[in-house]
């Protein structure tokens, strides 16, 4: 169980994941030191279903294991925890941005603001003032 409280520092990035490209796999949701990934899943009728997994950027530490596996930064082999290249680790400062263009569905970006994109300018602006 991951856990819960104020951070002690905020990390440099964010993983955030590229909703379109998301197909649900989980793959990521496995390797999460900190599990924070969600899975999310709207179904609108038999050709509009889609399901992603979601990063709660409010505890993801940065530390890239739902991108690649650890190992060796110059290995040119890299192994991909996503097959379908959904997630990126993004700036803080950048995060509300990504977040809000490919963080979900745009029903769904505006439905749940506050938390995603709001959280992600919350971290920014204490990352900026030193937090």
């Known amino acids: ?13 964010v993983a955030i994941i590229n909703a379109d ?9 496995e390797v999460c030191p ?5 899975f ?8 509009g279903n889609q399901a992603w997994c979601e990063i709660d950027i409010e505890r993801c530490v940065g530390c890239e294991v739902c991108v ?11 192994l991909l ?12 400062e950048m995060a509300a941005t990504v977040m ?5 569905p745009p029903e769904y970006i505006q439905e749940h603001w506050d938390r995603l994109v709001g959280t ?5 602006e204490l990352k900026a003032s030193g937090g």
């Open 1 to 13: 169980m991951a856990k819960q409280g104020p951070r002690k520092k905020l990390p440099k990035e």
């Open 81 to 92: 925890v996503c097959p379908w290249d959904a997630i990126e680790m993004v700036p803080l």
């Open 120 to 124: 992600a300018q919350h971290l920014a």
């Open 40 to 47: 999310n899943y709207t179904g609108h009728g038999v050709k």
């Open 34 to 38: 900190v599990d924070c990934i969600n």
């Open 21 to 29: 490209n998301c197909t649900g796999c989980e793959s990521c949701r």
């Open 100 to 104: 809000a263009q490919v963080g979900g």
């Open 68 to 78: 690649h596996i650890p190992g060796k930064k110059s290995n040119p082999y890299e």
